[in-house]
Nanobody, 119 residues
Framework: QVHVVESGGGLVQVGGSLRLSCVASGRISSINAMAWYRQAPGKQRELVAAISSGGRTNYADSVKGRFTISGGNAKNTVYLQMNSLKPEDTAVYYC?????????????WGQGTQVTVSS
């Protein structure tokens, strides 16, 4: 069984910073990539940032230059450093791990962590 757990959300003022963490654990054979998504009320879930096992990253245009995704020393960990936060960054942030637990690769989701940016 695989578990994906996020942490680090909270309430922050405009212009502030937060750092999200995500850890994938369980019977993991290999991790292809990890990513952060977010979903604001009434909106679809959208990709925020992703990092491959080789370290390649990509970002949504709305967060480029403000957010940084990075992997931990343990390959099953990923962080999202969020700076210069805006009210429109308010959302539930979800971690997704594209991994193999034995046969094939599947995306596993965490339960989400709330980020609220107040103005």
């Amino acid at each position: 069984q695989v578990h994906v757990v996020e942490s680090g959300g909270g309430l922050v003022q405009v212009g502030g910073s937060l750092r999200l963490s995500c850890v994938a654990s369980g019977r993991i054979s290999s991790i292809n990539a990890m990513a952060w998504y977010r979903q604001a009320p009434g909106k679809q879930r959208e990709l925020v940032a992703a990092i491959s096992s080789g370290g390649r990253t990509n970002y949504a245009d709305s967060v480029k230059g403000r957010f940084t995704i990075s992997g931990g020393n343990a390959k099953n960990t990923v962080y999202l450093q969020m700076n210069s936060l805006k009210p429109e960054d308010t959302a539930v942030y979800y971690c997704n791990a594209d991994l193999s637990a034995g046969i094939g690769y599947y995306g596993y989701w965490g339960q989400g962590t709330q980020v609220t940016v107040s103005s």
